[in-house]
């Protein structure tokens, strides 16, 4: 197989890299620990494939890889052009207000099922089972070392596309195992940390009773000086949804959120929404603020709650509710995990300076994005870029 592409991981940043080498003629062969490819793009399809978003954020959606170099990824293939290329694959998406972009049918398989006929028609071959576990240089190319079912296999490739993916998600194959095999060729990576999850608070118990599984809509929060608006979900266990996924970058700088109950009022006008004077009662406080039932019991439960015995007092509260995280949920639990390969170790291209030849796409890289399309669009353009590059690497 020396002189043939390898790409290792069959994920859509994998098997896009594999795509746009294959397109420009290259011969590709993709190698995958699971016994189909795309497993977590299935996986991300059950609600709703979000392939894309059309916002006009650009790169100041993503961390990690640098702004400018986010900006050129996504110049290169943006929202328009995965839009484009589901179109010829037959496939027609929608997108809603937010930006968020949809296939019609709302599925991955239908899409994965053409877009891998298509890969087979361009002369792609497929190794399933095929499960990496380690590379060594070897004359001027790489020996890439897997474990089959009928054993250790050892290949020959000048060039190499990596694209294992985090450590979320697991027993789709995105597992993080890569990482010391890594490190051991003097490569930086960061650990791999969950992101877009959840995160644990310490709740009391009847408020668990009273509120598990109820929203908390629109609302504001903040840490640090990041802010997001829109809904959480109380859990047995803490928090979940957009909003705190949004902030999990600044919680783990500092695990503490402050809710905004009522975004819409001011401090002043909730203050003047209750009697200036006489007793203040915590209950005609909620209904005169209309504050929302889930929230009611959230705030009821609050450590703080008895030394709220003044409007001022009770608007502040509603305004800047503290609530103390404990840590996230596990990251086989996380959406998308960061960490991976330092940025500081690839060149424009994703190749590893260290290790010419090998390049990187997907979440390997050290770089985190938002749900709502973001994810998607980052695997994408990461694999667009490092099969453009490959393809015409020297030695193919």
Known sequence: MSG??????????????????????VAVAVFEAMPSAGRKFLVAGRGGLNLTNTGKEGGSKYSGLSPD??????????????????????????????????????????????WIARLKSQGVEFHHRHRWTGIQASSGKWELEFQTPSGPRSIETPVVVFALGGGSWPR????????EAFRKFGIEVEPLVPANCGWEVPWPRQLIDEAAGQPLKNVQASAGVATA????????????????????????????????????????????????????????????????????VVMK????????????????????????????????????????IRSNEVDRNLMI???????????MLDWEAPTGGFLMQGCFSTGTRAGQAAATYPGL
Request: charged letters at 20%; a neutral charge; one cysteine or more.
């Open 4 to 25: 043939r592409l390898c790409v290792v991981g069959a994920g859509p940043a994998g098997l896009r890299a594999a795509e746009v080498a294959a397109g420009s003629g």
């Open 69 to 114: 170099l986010w900006n050129d990824l996504l110049e290169s293939f943006g929202p328009e052009a995965l839009r484009s290329w589901a179109r010829d694959l037959g496939v027609q998406t929608f997108a809603v207000s937010s930006g968020r972009v949809y296939p019609e049918e709302m599925k991955s398989a239908p899409l994965l099922r053409r």
């Open 172 to 179: 789709t194959g995105s597992d993080g195992r890569w990482q």
């Open 229 to 296: 608006y829109g809904e959480l979900l109380i859990t047995d266990y803490g928090l979940e949804g957009g909003v705190i996924y949004m902030l999990t970058p600044a919680l783990r700088a500092s695990p503490v959120l402050r809710l905004d109950l009522k975004p819409a009022f001011s401090f002043e006008e909730l203050v003047a929404k209750m009697p200036p004077g006489g007793r203040f009662h915590l209950h005609e406080a909620f209904e005169r603020c209309r504050i929302q039932e889930s929230a009611r």
């Open 301 to 340: 439960h609050h450590s703080d709650c008895p030394t709220w015995q003044t409007p001022a007092a009770f608007a502040q509260a509603v305004k800047s509710l503290p609530v103390v995280l404990t840590g996230p949920r596990p990251i086989e639990e996380a959406i998308s995990s960061a960490g991976g």
């Open 353 to 363: 300076t260290k290790c010419p030849g090998i390049f990187v796409a997907g979440e």
